[in-house]
Protein backbone atom coordinates (compact mmCIF):
# COMPACT_ATOMS: atom_id res chain seq x y z
CA UNK A 1 0.00 0.00 0.00
CA UNK A 2 1.38 2.98 -0.80
CA UNK A 3 2.17 5.47 2.18
CA UNK A 4 3.33 2.46 4.22
CA UNK A 5 6.57 1.88 3.02
CA UNK A 6 5.71 -1.39 0.51
CA UNK A 7 7.21 -0.98 -2.79
CA UNK A 8 4.92 -0.74 -5.37
CA UNK A 9 4.81 -3.12 -8.19
CA UNK A 10 4.33 -2.64 -11.80
CA UNK A 11 3.90 -4.20 -14.80
CA UNK A 12 5.47 -3.64 -17.99
CA UNK A 13 4.31 -4.77 -21.90
CA UNK A 14 7.14 -6.78 -23.80
CA UNK A 15 8.09 -3.96 -25.88
CA UNK A 16 7.48 -4.10 -29.80
CA UNK A 17 10.18 -5.01 -31.49
CA UNK A 18 11.42 -3.07 -34.22
CA UNK A 19 10.85 -3.78 -37.74
CA UNK A 20 12.95 -3.65 -40.93
CA UNK A 21 10.25 -4.29 -43.63
CA UNK A 22 8.33 -2.73 -45.76
CA UNK A 23 4.91 -1.80 -44.44
CA UNK A 24 4.01 -0.98 -47.92
CA UNK A 25 4.32 -4.36 -48.98
CA UNK A 26 1.20 -5.34 -46.64
CA UNK A 27 -1.67 -7.17 -48.70
CA UNK A 28 -5.12 -8.08 -48.16
CA UNK A 29 -7.55 -9.18 -50.25
CA UNK A 30 -11.52 -9.50 -49.53
CA UNK A 31 -13.31 -12.81 -50.03
CA UNK A 32 -13.23 -13.52 -53.42
CA UNK A 33 -10.59 -11.31 -54.96
CA UNK A 34 -7.80 -12.27 -56.84
CA UNK A 35 -7.08 -12.91 -60.29
CA UNK A 36 -9.25 -15.43 -61.89
CA UNK A 37 -7.77 -18.27 -64.10
CA UNK A 38 -9.35 -21.28 -65.96
CA UNK A 39 -6.78 -23.67 -65.36
CA UNK A 40 -6.39 -27.17 -66.46
CA UNK A 41 -9.83 -27.31 -66.21
CA UNK A 42 -10.68 -25.96 -62.85
CA UNK A 43 -10.35 -22.28 -61.13
CA UNK A 44 -7.36 -20.77 -59.89
CA UNK A 45 -7.54 -17.60 -58.22
CA UNK A 46 -4.08 -16.01 -57.57
CA UNK A 47 -4.02 -14.37 -54.18
CA UNK A 48 -0.40 -13.47 -53.66
CA UNK A 49 2.27 -13.51 -56.31
CA UNK A 50 5.84 -14.45 -55.14
CA UNK A 51 7.47 -10.99 -55.37
CA UNK A 52 5.18 -9.68 -52.72
CA UNK A 53 7.34 -10.78 -49.95
CA UNK A 54 10.74 -11.46 -49.19
CA UNK A 55 10.61 -15.27 -49.12
CA UNK A 56 9.04 -15.29 -52.39
CA UNK A 57 5.55 -16.89 -50.98
CA UNK A 58 2.66 -17.15 -53.29
CA UNK A 59 -0.61 -17.80 -52.23
CA UNK A 60 -3.36 -19.31 -54.96
CA UNK A 61 -6.84 -20.80 -54.11
CA UNK A 62 -8.32 -23.37 -56.49
CA UNK A 63 -12.06 -24.88 -56.98
CA UNK A 64 -11.95 -28.11 -59.06
CA UNK A 65 -14.70 -30.56 -59.96
CA UNK A 66 -14.28 -34.28 -58.33
CA UNK A 67 -11.87 -36.17 -60.40
CA UNK A 68 -9.47 -33.39 -60.82
CA UNK A 69 -5.92 -34.17 -60.07
CA UNK A 70 -2.46 -33.07 -61.33
CA UNK A 71 0.21 -35.40 -63.03
CA UNK A 72 2.91 -36.55 -60.63
CA UNK A 73 4.81 -33.86 -60.08
CA UNK A 74 8.00 -32.84 -56.89
CA UNK A 75 9.09 -28.63 -57.25
CA UNK A 76 12.50 -28.41 -57.22
CA UNK A 77 12.86 -25.46 -54.99
CA UNK A 78 9.38 -24.32 -53.45
CA UNK A 79 7.90 -25.94 -50.19
CA UNK A 80 4.46 -26.35 -50.47
CA UNK A 81 1.44 -26.22 -48.07
CA UNK A 82 -2.36 -27.21 -49.13
CA UNK A 83 -5.50 -26.32 -46.50
CA UNK A 84 -8.59 -27.95 -47.88
CA UNK A 85 -11.25 -25.00 -47.37
CA UNK A 86 -14.33 -27.03 -48.15
CA UNK A 87 -14.66 -30.52 -49.95
CA UNK A 88 -12.51 -34.15 -49.53
CA UNK A 89 -9.35 -34.60 -51.02
CA UNK A 90 -6.77 -37.65 -51.67
CA UNK A 91 -3.13 -36.88 -51.42
CA UNK A 92 -0.68 -39.31 -52.86
CA UNK A 93 3.12 -38.95 -51.85
CA UNK A 94 5.23 -41.88 -52.84
CA UNK A 95 3.19 -45.28 -51.39
CA UNK A 96 1.45 -43.20 -48.96
CA UNK A 97 -2.14 -41.62 -49.47
CA UNK A 98 -3.42 -39.39 -47.62
CA UNK A 99 -7.22 -37.55 -47.24
CA UNK A 100 -7.89 -34.48 -46.42
CA UNK A 101 -11.37 -32.86 -45.80
CA UNK A 102 -12.34 -29.76 -44.82
CA UNK A 103 -10.19 -28.12 -42.51
CA UNK A 104 -7.47 -30.14 -43.21
CA UNK A 105 -3.99 -29.07 -44.13
CA UNK A 106 -0.93 -30.90 -45.58
CA UNK A 107 2.85 -29.64 -45.49
CA UNK A 108 5.39 -30.63 -48.27
CA UNK A 109 8.62 -29.76 -48.24
CA UNK A 110 10.35 -29.15 -51.66
CA UNK A 111 11.38 -32.51 -53.87
CA UNK A 112 8.69 -34.90 -52.26
CA UNK A 113 6.70 -36.46 -55.33
CA UNK A 114 3.46 -35.94 -54.94
CA UNK A 115 -0.11 -35.62 -56.68
CA UNK A 116 -3.86 -35.36 -55.47
CA UNK A 117 -7.30 -35.94 -56.52
CA UNK A 118 -10.64 -34.55 -55.63
CA UNK A 119 -13.00 -36.65 -54.42
CA UNK A 120 -15.93 -34.74 -53.45
CA UNK A 121 -18.19 -33.36 -56.14
CA UNK A 122 -16.24 -29.87 -55.51
CA UNK A 123 -12.92 -28.92 -53.31
CA UNK A 124 -12.34 -25.67 -52.76
CA UNK A 125 -8.24 -25.34 -51.65
CA UNK A 126 -5.52 -23.11 -50.90
CA UNK A 127 -1.80 -23.66 -51.89
CA UNK A 128 0.66 -21.63 -50.02
CA UNK A 129 4.32 -22.25 -51.81
CA UNK A 130 7.49 -20.32 -50.83
CA UNK A 131 11.26 -20.78 -51.26
CA UNK A 132 14.18 -18.73 -51.87
CA UNK A 133 14.05 -20.08 -55.69
CA UNK A 134 16.47 -19.28 -58.51
CA UNK A 135 13.83 -20.37 -60.98
CA UNK A 136 10.22 -19.21 -61.70
CA UNK A 137 7.30 -20.50 -59.40
CA UNK A 138 4.34 -22.24 -59.16
CA UNK A 139 1.76 -19.16 -59.03
CA UNK A 140 4.04 -17.67 -62.23
CA UNK A 141 3.33 -21.45 -64.04
CA UNK A 142 -0.44 -20.87 -62.75
CA UNK A 143 -0.04 -17.47 -64.26
CA UNK A 144 1.76 -18.99 -67.73
CA UNK A 145 -0.89 -21.71 -68.08
CA UNK A 146 -4.27 -20.11 -67.52
CA UNK A 147 -6.66 -17.67 -68.82
CA UNK A 148 -7.69 -15.10 -67.56
CA UNK A 149 -11.28 -15.31 -66.13
CA UNK A 150 -13.77 -12.39 -65.45
CA UNK A 151 -15.74 -14.00 -62.75
CA UNK A 152 -14.88 -16.60 -60.50
CA UNK A 153 -16.49 -19.83 -61.16
CA UNK A 154 -15.05 -23.14 -63.01
CA UNK A 155 -14.34 -22.77 -66.75
CA UNK A 156 -16.15 -25.32 -69.28
CA UNK A 157 -13.38 -28.31 -69.93
CA UNK A 158 -11.24 -28.31 -72.61
CA UNK A 159 -8.64 -30.87 -73.91
CA UNK A 160 -5.36 -30.54 -72.04
CA UNK A 161 -1.76 -31.03 -73.85
CA UNK A 162 0.12 -32.96 -71.52
CA UNK A 163 3.21 -32.06 -73.38
CA UNK A 164 2.70 -28.30 -72.99
CA UNK A 165 1.79 -28.50 -69.13
CA UNK A 166 4.81 -30.71 -68.97
CA UNK A 167 7.07 -27.63 -70.26
CA UNK A 168 5.04 -25.00 -68.59
CA UNK A 169 6.16 -27.23 -65.20
CA UNK A 170 9.62 -27.40 -66.00
CA UNK A 171 9.91 -23.67 -67.04
CA UNK A 172 8.96 -22.98 -63.60
CA UNK A 173 10.47 -25.49 -61.49
CA UNK A 174 8.14 -28.27 -60.99
CA UNK A 175 9.14 -31.59 -62.71
CA UNK A 176 6.34 -33.93 -64.01
CA UNK A 177 7.01 -37.31 -62.83
CA UNK A 178 4.10 -39.54 -64.40
CA UNK A 179 0.36 -38.97 -65.61
CA UNK A 180 -2.40 -37.42 -63.11
CA UNK A 181 -4.74 -40.05 -61.35
CA UNK A 182 -6.93 -42.62 -62.90
CA UNK A 183 -10.83 -41.22 -63.56
CA UNK A 184 -12.98 -41.87 -60.39
CA UNK A 185 -16.48 -43.43 -60.81
CA UNK A 186 -19.53 -41.03 -60.88
CA UNK A 187 -20.46 -40.17 -57.11
Not at 1 to 30: C, E, I, V
Not at 91 to 111: I, K, M, N, S
Not at 174 to 179: K, N, Q, S, T, Y
Request: hydrophobic share 35%; with cysteine.
Amino acid sequence: MPGHGAAMSTTTRPRTPSTTGDPDRFRHLPEGEGVHRAFLNHLATVKLDPGSSASGMGAVEFLAPRGFGPPLHVHREEDELFYVIEGRVRFELGDQVVHGGTGALLALPCRVAHTFQVESGTARFLTVVAGRRREPSFVEMVHDLGTRMPQARLPEPVQIDPGQVAEACARHGIEVLGPPPGALPPA
